[in-house]
């Protein structure tokens, strides 16, 4: 079945999306294709995507104007080619690996489904299309941009070596927290720098409930994870990191002389990331999915207060 593109096997594996329109409208061919880079699994470039907006939403209170929307466009597109370039290079590196793990041996790569040639080709595609994003941002930002590029390189080595592959995700998918700033103002400040910590801990939190998914086989094949590593004080540590978090973002507001919207932001980001705390229960894989792929909606809300703040300043409402 896995050779067979056409397949249900082939077109639905374990973490998509129910019901996605994107495999379901796309030719056979591109199947493995849009899975290799993740495109049926949107959750993932929203995650890189959404510290770039809060920056972006932070740097444009500083200036009491919103933000820069333009800027906003461009982070969307950089963020789904970007995030694709990454998971296609995380499945060259992992193959061996995804091929002994249930919920990953159905990936393009290790099922043989798209050869090692053609992902590299497709690597270097979509590596293109993130290229001229970040070329279409000032000097700084793309020198900052470019910094991250070493980051992304060691993170697929990292579970093989450190309990703690979710700080170097972290480190990697928070880089937008200083993206967003350096567009707006050709430089950096502390402002932004807690905004980039406080995504590197909601990063460890929320990867660590998607590792709960694999804990056993991670066992197995000698994964190391935050999850395998809190055990059963996964919800504690979960808890842990995002109170940093919120504390982080809460002192970045602080710094840019939020308003009411801003915090109102703030407490709805505040309210899920506790209610995801709650509901954590590291035997059932089906939650700790659902926990993770709410952090789109957290993330979005916490987005929210920061643009309508910035707006508000600016008499737009």
């Known amino acids: 079945m896995a050779s067979e593109p056409s397949s249900n096997v082939s077109r639905s594996l374990p973490d998509s999306v129910s019901g996605s329109l994107v495999l379901r409208w796309a030719p056979d061919a591109a199947i493995p294709f849009i899975q290799l880079a993740r495109i049926d699994r949107p959750i993932g470039w929203w995650l890189v995507l959404l510290p770039c907006w809060w920056s972006a939403a932070l740097a444009g ?19 789904i080619s970007m995030r694709g370039a990454g998971c296609v290079y995380n499945d060259i590196v992992d193959r061996d690996i995804d091929a ?64 703690w592959p979710q700080a170097v995700l972290g480190l990697a998918f928070a880089w937008g927290g200083l993206m967003g700033w350096a567009a707006a103002f050709g430089s950096l400040s502390w402002q932004a720098v807690l905004i980039y910590v406080c995504a590197i801990f909601w990063t460890i939190g929320y990867d660590t409930i998607y590792a709960l998914q694999d804990a056993r086989d991670d066992a197995i094949v000698g994964v190391k994870s935050t999850a395998r590593l809190f055990a059963q004080n996964v919800r504690l540590g979960v808890a ?9 973002a809460a ?38 999915l659902m926990l993770f792929r709410s952090n789109r909606d957290a993330g979005l809300l916490f987005f929210a207060g920061l643009a309508a703040d910035g707006m508000l300043s600016r008499g737009l409402f």
């Open 61 to 79: 209170i500083q200036q009491g104007s919103g933000p820069n929307w333009w800027h906003v466009l461009l982070f969307l597109i950089g963020a």
């Open 100 to 163: 002994g793990v249930e919920r990953t041996r159905g990936r393009p790569l290790p099922s043989g489904r798209v050869s090692l040639t053609a992902a590299v080709v497709f690597l270097v595609l979509l590596s293109l299309i993130g290229a001229a994003v970040l070329l279409s941002f000032n000097r700084f930002a793309i020198v900052t941009g470019l910094a991250s590029l070493l980051i992304v390189a060691i993170y697929p080595f990292m579970k093989r070596v450190t309990s």
């Open 240 to 248: 842990i990191c995002y109170v940093l978090a919120l504390i982080c």
């Open 251 to 288: 002192l970045a507001i602080a710094g840019v002389h939020g308003g009411v919207l801003a915090w109102a932001g703030w407490l709805a980001f505040a309210a899920h990331l506790g209610w995801q705390v709650s509901r954590i229960e590291r035997a059932d894989t089906r939650v700790a």
